[in-house]
């Protein structure tokens, strides 16, 4: 398995290129299984779950098949678990939280990059 800094590098470059540019969503989606697997270590920091979690809020929120597979990989489930663990932070909350909002979504609009500028996941940078 890659090392947590490593993983904690790729969730802020995925997330940074995906909520920049939409269409980098659909090769970010390789990540998702590998990031997923990683955050159900709930001895990882903070920073690592806040990046991870921002990376899936950004990626289900301009793709569908990102969503899709989010859920697929029982993602829901695993970021409540990153939210019920002792200790969590503000930042950490605040990222659950919204990748959890977002996927509960029935649908992706194809732009909502004001909301997402103003609110989502590349203000918690």
């Not at 002792?86 to 990748?99: D, I, P, Q």
Request: proline share 3%; with cysteine.
């Amino acid at each position: 398995e890659p090392s947590s800094n490593l993983l904690l590098q790729a969730a802020f470059f995925l997330r940074t290129a995906t909520t920049r540019h939409q269409g980098l969503a659909g090769e970010a989606r390789a990540a998702i299984p590998v990031l997923i697997a990683a955050l159900k270590d709930l001895t990882r920091s903070d920073i690592f779950f806040r990046e991870v979690c921002c990376f899936l809020w950004a990626i289900s929120e301009f793709s569908y098949e990102a969503k899709s597979q989010v859920l697929s990989l029982d993602g829901r489930a695993v970021i409540m678990a990153v939210l019920d663990r002792r200790g969590a932070s503000e930042m950490v909350e605040r990222a659950t939280l919204g990748a959890l909002e977002e996927l509960s979504r029935e649908s992706v609009p194809a732009r909502r990059q004001s909301y997402s500028n103003r609110y989502g996941p590349a203000r918690l940078m």
